[in-house]
């Protein structure tokens, strides 16, 4: 406003009135350039329990900062938040999942439904809920990995055949990418595992980063997001 005010006070001639109208003419054309996008980290909410959550390890040991650094290393520039809570279901996962969009993610990864299993949750109840967070962050338009859980066999074939589908179906019917099984490659290995035989150690957790990266990196390739820093 002050250089406006100032140029104003220039239209006393002709001249002076020229040199004003050609100054104001140069500040709308600045006005009206398009801003260009600044190239910005790609912030990746990670939706889960305590599996995600880092129950039981070191601050650095945890899912989320072993993979932010597995991405890291690889030249991408992320943030992962970390939006995991110890003993949530996904009916809590559904609850929050309005606080955990307020940090705009651009990305993100669910991980729910292992507390569901192990509290004998009715499969359709946990398969309603993720359903519904799926199709908010669609309308959020932001692209998800869905992580998905198997059921434990000692709950009955019964229980595993209504459970262990729910995450390939609503992959497949809210058309976001899956990674079949979050504890692959973990699951039932002592030497990866807490003395409860439930939560991954440190080893186990970067045994599951170096399986799910790949999937991330193609998340955040497929997204067309992706930048490097």
Wanted: charged letters at 20%; proline letters at 6%.
């Amino acid at each position: 406003m002050s250089i406006l005010w100032s140029l104003a006070r220039l239209r006393t001639d002709g001249a002076a009135r020229r040199l004003f109208n050609a100054a104001l003419l140069a500040l709308c054309a600045v006005a009206a350039m398009p801003v260009p996008a600044q190239a910005g980290t790609i912030r990746i909410l990670v939706l889960g329990d305590s599996l995600t959550a880092g129950f039981g390890l070191d601050e650095t040991d945890g899912f989320v900062p072993q993979l932010e650094s597995a991405l890291r290393a690889k030249g991408h520039d992320v943030k992962l938040l970390n939006g995991g809570v110890s003993g949530d279901t996904s009916a809590g996962g559904l609850d929050r999942l309005d606080w955990a969009l307020a940090d705009k993610p651009d990305l993100a990864i669910v991980e729910l439904g292992a507390n569901d299993m192990l509290r004998g949750v009715d499969p359709a109840s946990t398969r309603a809920n993720l359903d519904k967070i799926l199709a908010r962050l669609g309308q959020e338009k932001i692209p998800t990995l869905l992580a998905g859980m198997r059921a434990a066999r000692n709950l009955g074939p019964a229980y595993a055949a209504s459970f262990d589908p729910i995450f390939p179906e609503l992959a497949e019917a809210h058309g976001v990418a899956l990674y079949p099984f979050f504890l692959d490659g973990v699951a039932t290995i002592t030497a990866l595992n807490q003395p409860d035989g439930m939560h991954p150690n440190a080893a186990g957790v970067k045994a599951i980063v170096e399986r799910i990266t790949p999937a991330v990196v193609e998340l955040i390739r497929s997204s067309g997001l992706a930048k490097t820093g």
